[in-house]
């Protein structure tokens, strides 16, 4: 803490040691996290047999934060809150169960279909080598700079229920039916036209490629 209080900036100290508890044949490298910030001191360490864990605990630790963040647990969690919080899943505006049944399904067939088109529109990422070092072993603040810089490139690839709805759902349009075609006229002036022609593109030529259903 004493270090955070000087220049009023979240600090982060890692520390790298040999441990072995009771029930351990042999010791293990151990590498400790400090952090000090507004929300006080957050402490964690994890065990590794990575070669290079003494060298370099901080890509070391980071790369563990990253299996942790693709766990089943956590994507499962992370989609639950996009079909709760961003699709509005838990509301229930009916008090008979079958309609409410019938709204929450189709939340889901929502979310599945937002899955998917993100998937499909999603650019491969590019992953940016420093001084020879690949992104997982590099400095927290290079690698989040790398994923923030990613999500202003590819906002829909990464982005939110609310991100799709205010950059590609959310637009007022003409339609026009006739016998043989319905017409949508978008705004001219729409400041994300590019997004929805850039989807259309990328449906299109996949249907012609003859994707098959996920």
Not at 5 to 33: D, M, N
């Amino acid at each position: 803490m004493e270090q955070y209080e000087q220049p009023s900036q979240k600090q982060r100290i890692l520390h790298t040691c040999e441990y072995q508890a009771k029930t351990w044949p042999h010791s293990r490298q151990i590498v400790i996290k400090v952090e000090a910030g507004p929300e006080g001191t957050n402490r964690r360490a994890i065990v590794t047999n990575r070669s290079g864990a003494a060298i370099c605990p901080e890509g070391a630790y980071d790369d563990y934060v990253i299996r942790g963040e693709s766990a089943l647990f956590l994507f499962i969690t992370r989609r639950n809150k996009e079909l709760k919080c961003g699709l509005e899943a838990d509301r229930r505006s009916d008090h008979r169960y079958m309609e409410n049944l019938f709204r929450l399904n189709l939340h889901c067939l929502a979310h599945n279909l937002l899955v998917r088109a993100r998937q499909l529109i999603a650019e491969p990422p590019a992953e940016k080598v420093i001084d020879g070092v690949p992104p997982n072993a590099q400095p927290e603040n290079s690698r989040r700079q790398q994923q923030n810089r990613r999500r202003r490139e590819d906002p829909l690839g990464e982005g939110q229920p609310c991100t799709w709805r205010t950059r590609l759902i959310k637009v007022a349009a003409e339609i026009r039916v006739s016998s043989r075609r319905i017409l949508i006229i978008l705004p001219r002036h729409w400041p994300y036209l590019h997004h929805f022609e850039k989807f259309c593109d990328k449906t299109f030529q996949l249907g012609l490629a003859g994707c098959p259903p996920s």
